[in-house]
Nanobody
Framework: EVLILESGGGLVQAGGSLTLSCTSS????????VGWFRQAPDKDREPVSC????????TYADSAKGRFTISSDNAKRMVYLQMTSLKPEDTALYSC?????????????WGQGTQVTVSA
């Protein structure tokens, strides 16, 4: 069973930074794609970033490019999402996902999420 736990959310002023953490278990690291998705109130869930653990390749949503960085510490089975220059529109529930393969499709396992609130 894949278990996922996110942490690091909180309240921050616009322009500030937060680093989200995702710890997981129950799968082989080399086989996984770990992603961050977010969902704001009254909006559809959207992908934010994806990391292919086998080769370290990353992708970002246009809204995240240049501001967010996804990284991992495989020894600790941790994936991080460093967020800088935060904007009120970044306010959302951020969830970590694990998919087997090389695509963050979101059809695999999900964590409970961590809330990020950015004040103007």
């Amino acid at each position: 069973e894949v278990l996922i736990l996110e942490s690091g959310g909180g309240l921050v002023q616009a322009g500030g930074s937060l680093t989200l953490s995702c710890t997981s278990s129950g799968f082989t690291l080399d086989d996984a794609a770990v992603g961050w998705f977010r969902q704001a109130p009254d909006k559809d869930r959207e992908p934010v970033s994806c990391l292919i653990l086998r080769d370290g390749s990353t992708t970002y949503a246009d809204s995240a490019k240049g501001r967010f960085t996804i990284s991992s510490d495989n020894a600790k089975r941790m994936v991080y999402l460093q967020m800088t220059s935060l904007k009120p529109e970044d306010t959302a529930l951020y969830s970590c996902t694990v998919d087997l393969g090389r695509v963050c499709s979101g059809v695999g396992s999900w964590g409970q999420g961590t809330q990020v609130t950015v004040s103007a």
